[in-house]
């Protein structure tokens, strides 16, 4: 199944990003931690050509730990240094600066000898939609400068901020391919909201999203929802949850739709916490 799509804006953000390519000197990739592959954008690599790329997964905290410590694994021993960050904890001006001067040291170290000082590096943050680059800027700035929510299409604007005297960057707006040839990215990208609830049939996406669960994270589904047998299917899984929270119908029925809409609240709220939605061994 191939999904097609591609808004307006976007086709205006990769125009926009073609153009600003010119004026930094590397490029910074969001990806979300929870999906890490999911969440690189092939668009992305054709766009970013071969300009120095520093790897950064964000949403550490909304991740299974253990998961994460199995991708760190998977891509060191492919020879990729990675960096997982927790954007509201972690120091991220200390390492994007540090990372960033690792990735532009040859070119650092070249124009010393030539006797010229190194200006700011200019590094362009791109990602796909939601991937918490509104986060990571209004931490990098220590203010709100940009505009956060859990749902794609927040930023729509090019932006600029100094980091460090040796580091500005630039927010670009986020960006997805024009079509999912894999309906199972599709389903990763919509359970972690990079993209929009309507694009893909709901009861598809929360049927994924449960199986999931059921395969690994039992329970979180016990803890949240009173389901304990990882046997169930999905229509009876949509009743236990419905009567749990008094979503019922007349004559008894459970509102399944309004039961499917409170599950992917659930995940946008990070109510379900701790879930990686894909993992080392489906790609070995």
């Known amino acids: 199944m191939t999904i097609q799509w591609f808004p307006g804006h976007m086709t205006k953000a990769k125009r926009t990003i073609t153009e600003q390519l010119k004026l930094v000197d590397m490029v910074i990739e969001l990806r979300d931690g929870r999906i890490p592959m999911s969440s690189a954008n092939p668009l992305l690599q054709e766009l970013i050509s071969n300009k120095p790329r520093l790897i950064v997964f ?116 986020g960006i997805l391919w024009p079509r999912f040839d894999d309906l199972k990215i599709g389903m990763k990208l919509a ?45 009876t899984c949509i009743e236990m949850i419905g009567r749990k929270f008094g979503f019922i119908m007349a004559e008894n029925e459970v509102d399944k739709r309004r039961t499917m809409a409170a599950f992917m609240a659930d995940l946008r709220q990070d109510t379900l916490k701790s879930i990686s939605w894909e993992r080392p061994d489906e790609h070995v």
């Open 58 to 173: 964000t949403k550490r905290d909304m991740a299974d730990e253990s998961v994460t410590k199995q991708w760190i694994n998977y891509f060191e021993k492919d020879g990729q240094t990675v960096i997982f960050i927790d954007s509201q904890k972690d120091n991220v001006k200390k390492i994007l600066l540090e990372n960033c001067l690792k990735v532009m040291d040859a070119k650092i170290q070249r124009d010393l000898r030539r006797g010229i000082h190194p200006r700011a590096i200019r590094a362009m943050i791109v990602g796909i939609p939601n991937v918490g680059k509104s986060t990571l800027i209004n931490r990098l700035a220590k203010r709100k400068v940009v505009d956060v929510a859990n749902r794609p299409g927040v930023t729509q604007s090019i932006k600029w901020l100094t980091v460090d005297p040796r580091l500005d960057v630039m927010d670009t707006p």
């Open 191 to 235: 359970l972690t909201s990079a993209i929009k609830e309507q694009i893909l049939p709901i009861e598809q996406v929360v049927a994924f999203g449960l199986e999931y669960l059921l395969q690994h994270y039992p329970r979180i589904l016990t803890e949240r929802y009173g389901i304990s047998n990882v046997e169930l299917d999905f229509d």
